[in-house]
């Protein structure tokens, strides 16, 4: 079965172990976050591993929202995006994941060329304030 397949009859017949060891097995980051993202039940910790191998820290960045949405630990995901240069999606992940270490993240922002982004997360952290 492929992962794909894995991830469709998870979706109608609800979570598996099995299937889920298809999608892990496949390595594929993506598979990894879909599956987690579409079936209830998955075992975010065993599909983690996989997704902190992804060049496309976008996918880091969606687990850890939904990691952090359902209850888990997002320590591993957050050292991820805290070595990633992209200042963008360090706001997001300060400001979008429950239990960021947003002073982390502010400090990483402060290391990087443009000083666009602390003023960016500044914006929105008052945004935040205000709601």
Known sequence: MTPLEAIRVARTEGYDPG??????SSGDPEFAYRFAHDVAGADLDALEPVVLKSDDLRTVYDFAVLKS???????????????????GLLILFAMDVAGADVERFE??????????YLLLLDAEKRQRDME
């Open 19 to 24: 299937l889920q060891q298809i999608i892990v």
């Open 107 to 116: 400090a990483a922002l402060r290391l990087l060329p443009d000083a666009k």
């Open 69 to 87: 949405e359902r209850g888990g630990d997002i320590a591993l995901l957050q050292e991820r995006m805290l070595a990633c240069r992209d200042g």
